[in-house]
Each structure stands twice: as C-alpha cells, then as structure tokens.
C-alpha cells in the first residue's frame, strides 16, 4: 500500500508562506501525475495544482502566481511553495496520485492575522 506524507503546514499571517511537501513510499510517485487539493469543512475538497510526471505544472485560476508546485523524482517528494498566501487558503492540503485511491493525511494551512 501507498503511503503518502505531507508536512509543512502552519499558521502563516496574510501575505506569508509556506512550502508544503509530501514525500511517499517507494517509486509511488514514478510516471504519475501528483496533484495538490484543499478542503474546508463543509466543502469539498479541490483540486489546487498538480504536477505531470514530465514536471509540468497546473494550476487553479485562484492560486496562479502565487503557488509553485514542483516534483523531487529522486527523493520521490513533491513540493507545493505558496507565497502571497490569503486567508481563504486556509485549509487541510492533501496530495494525491492522480487516477489512483492514495492520498495522505493531510497538513493544516491556516492564513491568519
């Protein structure tokens, strides 16, 4: 089974960052895209970036500019740097292997003054 780990999250004040990481178990990562999301409660959760397993990146409207998602193939880690961060991005951030049932357990981004 896939383990996914993701780490980095905190308390940030408006206009701070953060770089989240999500390491997994194995190769998992190798040939696939990886994609970042967010939930709130009572929301679903939604798609924030991804990363192809060439290393392209994609981004929500929302988050354009401001978040970088990037990929280690050697560490097998992917990476989500968000600067300029909001308060509407707090949130729970998961990472996801696209197209498959793994996700982590999620690290807890709250934007606040």
């Known amino acids: 089974q896939v383990q996914l780990v993701e780490s980095g999250g905190g308390l940030v004040q408006p206009g701070g960052s953060l770089r989240l990481s999500c390491a997994a178990s194995?190769?998992?990562?190798?040939?696939?895209?990886v994609g970042w999301y967010r939930q709130t409660p009572g929301e679903q959760r939604e798609l924030v970036a991804l990363v192809t397993s060439a290393g392209g990146p994609h981004y929500v409207e929302s988050v354009k500019g401001r978040f970088t998602v990037s990929r280690d193939n050697i560490k097998n880690t992917v990476y989500l740097q968000m600067n300029y961060l909001k308060p509407e991005d707090t949130a729970l951030y998961y990472c996801?292997?696209?197209?498959?049932?793994?996700w982590g357990q999620g690290t807890q981004v709250t934007v606040s003054s």
């Open positions: 194995g190769s998992a990562f190798d040939g696939n895209s």
């Open positions: 996801h292997i696209i197209g498959s049932r793994d």
